[in-house]
């Protein structure tokens, strides 16, 4: 069984700084593409940026392109993000989750059905 557990939240000032951790286990996590996803109060749950197995990176919301970055660390089963220069906008639940193969999608229905409790993110104006 594949589980997730996000971690790094909290609250932070409109330019401050978070990381966020996935542990995944359950998985051979080198050999998948990660991805993080957040959802917003009343909005959709939207995929954010993805980490192919080969260490490539796919953006899927513009709005988050030179401020956060997506690694991961397979020694160790885990998945960063680094955010910088946060916006209020970006106040959101945060997910990560994992590939059913090593490239990204943007297909919700490729990524596995195993998702952890989310880690909250507020930024404040």
């Known amino acids: 069984e594949v589980q997730v557990a996000e971690s790094g939240g909290g609250l932070v000032q409109a330019g401050g700084s978070l990381r966020l951790t996935c542990i995944v286990s359950?998985?051979?996590?080198?050999?998948?593409?990660m991805s993080w996803f957040r959802q917003a109060p009343g909005a959709e749950r939207e995929q954010v940026l993805c980490?192919?197995?080969?260490?490539?990176?796919?953006f899927y919301t513009d709005s988050v392109k030179g401020r956060f970055t997506i690694s991961r660390d397979n020694a160790k089963n885990t998945l960063y993000l680094q955010m910088n220069s946060l916006k209020p906008e970006d106040t959101a639940m945060y997910y990560c989750?994992?590939?059913?193969?090593?490239?990204?999608?943007?297909?919700?229905?490729?990524?596995?059905?195993?998702w952890g409790q989310g880690t909250q993110v507020t930024v404040s104006s």
């Open positions: 989750a994992t590939a059913r193969g090593s490239y990204c999608s943007a297909s919700w229905a490729y990524f596995r059905d195993s």
């Open positions: 359950g998985l051979s996590f080198s050999d998948y593409a």
């Open positions: 980490i192919w197995r080969n260490g490539g990176v796919t």
